[in-house]
């Protein structure tokens, strides 16, 4: 199964579209920051604009909101048309995947949950979990690894990173920090920032064998 991995597509739909026109996939997951609710006077008409181009592509698809998505409008759109993943748990052909959105700044941008309530929810949510294999998409990284460096500090959750070693996760799917695009494995877990599709980077996910990411750029 190959599984499209998106992040921070920030209402860029140009680059959106060449990156779905470009690859052969099953599946698409992505990490939030659908829209922008600082770029956009009109959030919800960018929101939808992005979620039409993912929905014709007649793949499954699930996602979360990011910090700059209001956390409510965001997840009322995309239960909507079936792609929430948002403390919410989905079924794919080779591995469940649940989710959590929002991230912390010091900026107050609109969805800043805390660090207590994403791992709360998600330790909750993985108790129900009945597949083997087990995905999650998480805005926020995890503290001290190499998709948290923003200007050369660690600023990921130190919750989440709590919540990837108690827990077996194959793969953490993240965002958030533009500039710490990577691949990392904490605690047998591999850990997947693609890049901001704003930037024109993604990444492909193969489950034939395992969990295998490759990142890409247009």
Do not use: W
């Amino acid at each position: 199964m190959k599984v499209l991995l998106l992040t921070d597509i920030h209402g860029n739909r140009e680059n959106l579209e060449e990156i779905l026109s470009r690859e052969e996939f099953d599946a698409v997951l992505c990490a939030g920051d659908i829209s922008d609710a600082r770029e956009y006077s009109d959030y919800s008409s960018k929101l939808d604009e992005i979620l039409d181009i993912l929905e014709e592509k007649g793949r499954l698809a699930k996602a979360i909101p990011g910090n700059m998505d209001p956390e409510k409008e965001c997840v009322g759109s995309l239960i909507d048309r079936r792609m929430n993943l948002h403390k919410n748990i989905a079924s794919f052909r080779d591995f469940e995947a649940v989710g959590f959105g929002g991230g912390l700044t010091p900026f107050g941008t609109p969805f800043e949950p805390s660090e207590e309530d994403i791992k709360n929810s998600l330790n909750t949510l993985y108790s129900r979990m009945t597949a083997e294999r087990k995905v999650a998409v998480i805005h926020q990284p995890p503290k001290d690894t190499d998709v948290d460096i923003a200007e050369g500090d660690h600023v990921g959750s130190e919750k989440v990173r709590e919540l990837i070693e108690e827990n077996s996760f194959g793969l953490v799917l993240t965002g958030h920090i533009h500039e710490s695009r990577g691949i990392d494995e904490l605690s047998d877990t591999v850990i997947v920032n693609p890049g901001p599709v704003l930037d024109g980077f993604y990444g492909v996910l193969d489950t034939e064998n395992g969990f295998e990411a490759e990142l890409k750029r247009l």
